[in-house]
């Protein structure tokens, strides 16, 4: 495997409530190679944002990180100056997110945002940044980018939105580019569009990708690792092709049973029961336990490290081998 | 038993009026719906399949066309002649949360349909409540609580609970599981058909999910840009997909694959669904089709019947 560009250790981030705190991330610890495309999977409240987010420190007032380390190019994000981390932020590690109108600044021509990021990290100057940005506007398919450079966010559609977020991030061609949920707004044809988009675009880079969705056929169609988190622990973490041929934690299982697909009228739908924990203190015990068909005493007394069950395949569960073995 | 369809809808059409121009929100479109089956309307973000949802439900009119309940023309009766009818019509949203009021409690909430209605006395209508909630699987000290101390998964339980109160016979679902998690998703679904077989429920479920709508649908209705442009048995549609649209739509989901090698390919049609003010001329989809010809362009295509029941709106259809 290639060397890690982006190496989390043991990441913990608390929000405080007021009257208690959320143990949102407990103890995660991962990395990303360089060119890798790698897929951050769960469901709301799993952790999977606020992970890459804190590491950006780009996490809400209330959060803290309690412990940890994340390490780009070797160097630990957590402990830089907020200034060190906005250069880097944007310039070497790009950030989109799930809803462009809310990124975007509605008051500034999308021409002039693309702009700026070139500008503030001096990656460019005025000239040179004003025909990347046309070029970045034509790479990205937005038609007739000499006109539109003066457009304003609300001229364009939500599709279109995306694109011009994502020219941003990858305005100063980053190493890195975290996408939140960059399509799940988005109409199927037009995910489609930002995918193929996305793909081109770091094939022609090499550039690395953490892609952080809910959707399993986002992340198992475009991602080369995936990993998935659960009430804010690695829950299982593979190749793309383990993680398709045998999902070892009960959790990827059932989450990979619960979509309905094209085709499966004739069904048997067999839910998850229960829903996802907000752990209030740390975890002490498997947080899926209550919900888990295979879960044994062992399972609501005793925390299951994150282990490696064959070459590159990890998994918290002191069940996984007999999982395994049940799937097939 | 031989029975008239319960919802006929005909020929309707809904212009919105914005700043002088006219938006072609939904044209023409038509369908029949039996008792206790479900009717799938599928398209993306603007295809107008909200609108038609509303226009059933008479929270909008319709400027033409039909719409017959239980056999009865509502098309056009008051909202006086229509109050009796609305406990026979409930909907499910989106999102629960806003469609609740925050300083309500749950229990309240439910309860409300049925005083506005004059149903039972209050202790008849609170055992109701409980019965209510228990029936979609919650606790019954839920009634205690507000909306923000639920769940999404639960407080769309909620909202399912509270459109069963009146015990209707249709029920239009508006995307009621796309802003749920996929675990709570499937448990949503898996409810919401076993309330139909207990109470012999008919529903309209609109999704941008291809795959739900299969899975859960009879009947099945594409709609692009307002228009109608494939309808039929679900099964049918899903295993004979013939309008270019619905063939993309359908190769633009990306389903898991078995292996990696089997992944897709991210390609795509390019373009986006055109501004409803000025739709393109002839067929509305033939700038983003791949088999557009001259005719598409210049000419509405008509509704060509392809199989039982299956019809589409496409010149190159036979």
Same mark, same amino acid.
């Given at each position: 495997?290639?060397?890690?560009?982006?190496?989390?250790?043991?990441?913990?981030?608390?929000?405080?409530?007021?009257?208690?705190?959320?143990?949102?991330?407990?103890?995660?610890?991962?990395?990303?190679?360089?060119?890798?495309?790698?897929?951050?999977?769960?469901?709301?409240?799993?952790?999977?944002?606020?992970?890459?987010?804190?590491?950006?420190?780009?996490?809400?007032?209330?959060?803290?990180?309690?412990?940890?380390?994340?390490?780009?190019?070797?160097?630990?994000?957590?402990?830089?100056?907020?200034?060190?981390?906005?250069?880097?932020?944007?310039?070497?590690?790009?950030?989109?997110?799930?809803?462009?109108?809310?990124?975007?600044?509605?008051?500034?021509?999308?021409?002039?945002?693309?702009?700026?990021?070139?500008?503030?990290?001096?990656?460019?100057?005025?000239?040179?940044?004003?025909?990347?940005?046309?070029?970045?506007?034509?790479?990205?398919?937005?038609?007739?980018?000499?006109?539109?450079?003066?457009?304003?966010?609300?001229?364009?559609?939500?599709?279109?939105?995306?694109?011009?977020?994502?020219?941003?991030?990858?305005?100063?061609?980053?190493?890195?580019?975290?996408?939140?949920?960059?399509?799940?707004?988005?109409?199927?044809?037009?995910?489609?569009?930002?995918?193929?988009?996305?793909?081109?675009?770091?094939?022609?880079?090499?550039?690395?990708?953490?892609?952080?969705?809910?959707?399993?056929?986002?992340?198992?169609?475009?991602?080369?690792?995936?990993?998935?988190?659960?009430?804010?622990?690695?829950?299982?973490?593979?190749?793309?092709?383990?993680?398709?041929?045998?999902?070892?934690?009960?959790?990827?299982?059932?989450?990979?049973?619960?979509?309905?697909?094209?085709?499966?009228?004739?069904?048997?739908?067999?839910?998850?029961?229960?829903?996802?924990?907000?752990?209030?203190?740390?975890?002490?015990?498997?947080?899926?336990?209550?919900?888990?068909?295979?879960?044994?005493?062992?399972?609501?007394?005793?925390?299951?490290?994150?282990?490696?069950?064959?070459?590159?395949?990890?998994?918290?569960?002191?069940?996984?081998?007999?999982?395994?073995?049940?799937?097939? | 038993?031989?029975?008239?369809?319960?919802?006929?809808?005909?020929?309707?059409?809904?212009?919105?009026?914005?700043?002088?121009?006219?938006?072609?929100?939904?044209?023409?479109?038509?369908?029949?719906?039996?008792?206790?089956?479900?009717?799938?309307?599928?398209?993306?973000?603007?295809?107008?399949?909200?609108?038609?949802?509303?226009?059933?439900?008479?929270?909008?009119?319709?400027?033409?066309?039909?719409?017959?309940?239980?056999?009865?023309?509502?098309?056009?009766?008051?909202?006086?002649?229509?109050?009796?009818?609305?406990?026979?019509?409930?909907?499910?949203?989106?999102?629960?949360?806003?469609?609740?009021?925050?300083?309500?409690?749950?229990?309240?909430?439910?309860?409300?349909?049925?005083?506005?209605?004059?149903?039972?006395?209050?202790?008849?209508?609170?055992?109701?409540?409980?019965?209510?909630?228990?029936?979609?699987?919650?606790?019954?000290?839920?009634?205690?609580?507000?909306?923000?101390? @639920?769940?999404? *998964?639960?407080?769309?339980?909620? /909202?399912? =609970?509270?459109? !069963?109160?009146? $015990? %209707?016979?249709?029920?239009?679902?508006?995307?009621?599981?796309?802003?749920?998690?996929?675990?709570?998703?499937?448990?949503?679904?898996?409810?919401?058909?076993?309330?139909?077989?207990?109470?012999?429920?008919?529903?309209?479920?609109?999704?941008?999910?291809?795959?739900?709508?299969?899975?859960?649908?009879?009947?099945?209705?594409? @709609?692009?840009? *307002?228009?109608?442009?494939?309808? /039929?048995? =679900?099964?049918? !549609?899903?295993? $004979? %997909?013939?309008?270019?649209?619905?063939?993309?739509?359908?190769?633009?989901?990306?389903?898991?694959?078995?292996?990696?090698?089997?992944?897709?390919?991210?390609?795509?049609?390019?373009?986006?669904?055109?501004?409803?003010?000025?739709?393109?001329?002839?067929?509305?989809?033939?700038?983003?089709?791949?088999?557009?010809?001259?005719?598409?362009?210049?000419?509405?295509?008509?509704?060509?019947?392809?199989?039982?029941?299956?019809?589409?709106?496409?010149?190159?259809?036979?």
């Amino acid at each position: 495997m290639a060397e890690a560009l982006l190496a989390i250790d043991d990441l913990r981030v608390q929000f405080d409530r007021g009257e208690d705190e959320v143990f949102a991330v407990n103890g995660v610890s991962f990395s990303i190679a360089e060119g890798e495309a790698l897929g951050i999977v769960g469901e709301s409240g799993s952790g999977k944002s606020v992970t890459l987010m804190s590491a950006l420190g780009l996490i809400r007032e209330n959060g803290k990180i309690k412990s940890g380390t994340a390490k780009f190019q070797g160097h630990d994000l957590l402990k830089m100056r907020p200034r060190q981390l906005e250069d880097i932020r944007g310039r070497d590690i790009g950030v989109v997110f799930q809803d462009p109108m809310t990124s975007l600044n509605p008051v500034m021509r999308i021409g002039d945002q693309i702009m700026e990021s070139m500008l503030t990290h001096q990656y460019a100057g005025r000239r040179e940044a004003f025909e990347r940005t046309l070029q970045l506007l034509h790479e990205m398919g937005i038609p007739e980018p000499k006109a539109r450079f003066r457009n304003y966010p609300h001229e364009f559609s939500g599709g279109m939105r995306q694109r011009i977020m994502i020219a941003i991030a990858l305005a100063c061609e980053p190493q890195l580019l975290i996408a939140d949920e960059p399509t799940t707004a988005l109409d199927v044809t037009v995910q489609m569009q930002i995918l193929a988009l996305l793909q081109e675009q770091r094939q022609k880079k090499r550039m690395s990708i953490a892609i952080i969705t809910h959707d399993f056929g986002v992340a198992t169609n475009f991602c080369d690792r995936i990993i998935v988190l659960y009430a804010g622990q690695i829950m299982e973490m593979a190749d793309t092709r383990q993680f398709l041929r045998q999902p070892a934690h009960p959790y990827t299982v059932g989450l990979k049973n619960s979509i309905i697909e094209i085709g499966q009228r004739d069904r048997q739908l067999s839910p998850i029961p229960g829903m996802a924990p907000t752990l209030t203190e740390p975890p002490k015990s498997c947080s899926f336990a209550s919900r888990c068909p295979f879960a044994t005493e062992r399972c609501r007394s005793e925390l299951p490290a994150l282990r490696e069950i064959s070459p590159n395949h990890h998994v918290a569960c002191h069940r996984a081998e007999e999982v395994l073995a049940h799937a097939i | 038993m031989p029975s008239s369809p319960l919802l006929q809808v005909e020929e309707v059409s809904k212009r919105f009026r914005v700043q002088g121009r006219d938006l072609h929100a939904v044209e023409k479109v038509s369908f029949q719906l039996d008792a206790g089956k479900t009717m799938g309307l599928v398209g993306e973000s603007g295809s107008g399949k909200s609108t038609l949802g509303r226009l059933v439900l008479r929270l909008l009119d319709a400027n033409e066309g039909r719409i017959l309940f239980d056999g009865k023309d509502i098309t056009s009766l008051s909202p006086k002649q229509m109050r009796p009818l609305r406990r026979d019509m409930q909907i499910i949203f989106q999102d629960p949360q806003a469609s609740m009021s925050p300083r309500m409690t749950i229990g309240a909430a439910i309860e409300d349909a049925m005083a506005i209605h004059n149903i039972g006395t209050k202790a008849e209508r609170q055992k109701r409540v409980d019965e209510l909630l228990e029936r979609v699987g919650l606790p019954t000290v839920v009634k205690y609580a507000f909306p923000h101390e @639920l769940s999404g *998964g639960q407080l769309q339980r909620v /909202g399912i =609970a509270r459109a !069963l109160s009146l $015990n %209707p016979k249709l029920v239009i679902c508006d995307e009621p599981i796309s802003a749920l998690d996929v675990s709570i998703q499937v448990q949503v679904i898996q409810l919401l058909q076993e309330l139909q077989k207990d109470f012999n429920l008919t529903y309209i479920f609109i999704s941008h999910n291809l795959a739900v709508v299969e899975y859960l649908s009879d009947q099945v209705a594409v @709609l692009y840009l *307002g228009e109608v442009v494939e309808q /039929g048995p =679900a099964e049918e !549609l899903f295993a $004979n %997909p013939t309008h270019p649209y619905t063939q993309v739509l359908l190769q633009s989901i990306l389903k898991m694959p078995d292996d990696t090698e089997k992944r897709q390919a991210l390609t795509s049609i390019q373009g986006e669904i055109p501004s409803p003010f000025n739709p393109p001329s002839g067929c509305t989809f033939h700038p983003r089709c791949p088999f557009a010809t001259d005719v598409c362009r210049e000419k509405k295509p008509e509704r060509k019947v392809v199989g039982n029941q299956h019809s589409v709106t496409c010149h190159l259809a036979n």
